[in-house]
């Protein structure tokens, strides 16, 4: 069962273009909310969390949103770059569970020039 | 950031085989390290949890006789896929939490399996 659902497998935006990526969730239990990216054969790594007690968390040009009652995050990159282009995954947790993940299906990003 | 490794990057191997992955925090002492595959256009899937001396914790579905999982020490885990088989094919990625970020999981590069 897919706790964590990110309903676009890919998206293309244009180079210095806002770049949205979208996930929900259905547990209510997850409190915090992380956005990794990926390459093709190599680990995730790292972008940007959200505790839920926040709404909103930018760290450059990566700023997340938390809406909770709609169970919905989202991810915007502006602006975007050709070096942006990536899978992203989000993933949820129960921080009081042993911090496992739960992670979407990813969704391919490519930024054109 | 922390830096995860794991070895070998990618292996090929005969059906009934037993393959060993190694997962490696290089620049810190991981609390505690996860293992998960990922099939193709799939998510990633956890597959168990180990703490430093202590047995895995398997998800539900993940058979523990299978993917025998060691933490020996507080830098080096293991995954070994014993007789592996064609559908024991997949992406098998490694993570470890621990050092200064409590909060976050550091990722290994993954490691490739491919069973004929």
């Known amino acids: 069962d897919q706790q964590v659902k990110q309903n676009s497998p890919s998206l293309s935006v244009q180079e210095g273009r806002i770049s949205i990526l979208n996930c929900d969730y259905t547990n209510s239990m997850f409190d915090y909310f992380l956005w990794y990216k990926k390459y093709p054969a190599e680990g995730p790594t790292f972008l940007i969390s959200i505790s839920s007690i926040k709404d909103k968390n930018e760290d450059g040009r990566f700023t997340v949103f938390l809406n909770k009652s709609a169970k919905h995050l989202s991810l915007h990159i502006v602006p975007s770059q050709p070096g942006d282009s990536a899978v992203y995954f989000c993933?949820?947790?129960?921080?009081?569970?042993?911090?496992?993940?739960?992670f979407g299906k990813g969704t391919s990003l490519l930024v054109t020039p | 950031g922390a830096v995860v490794s794991q070895h070998p990057s990618w292996v090929i191997c005969k059906s009934g085989t037993s393959v060993k992955i190694e997962c490696r925090s290089l620049?810190?002492?991981?609390?505690?390290m996860f293992w998960y595959r990922q099939f193709p256009k799939k998510s990633l899937m956890l597959m168990a949890t180990s703490n430093e001396g202590s047995k895995a914790t398997y998800e539900q579905g993940v058979e523990k006789d299978k993917f025998l999982i060691n933490h020996a020490s507080l830098t080096l885990s293991t995954l070994t896929v014993t007789s592996a088989h064609p559908e024991d094919s997949s992406f098998y990625i490694c993570s470890a939490r621990g050092g200064r970020a409590l909060d976050e999981q550091f990722f290994g590069p993954g490691t490739r399996l491919t069973v004929l």
């Open positions: 993933a949820a947790r129960i921080s009081n569970s042993g911090y496992a993940l739960n």
């Open positions: 620049d810190f002492q991981a609390t505690t």
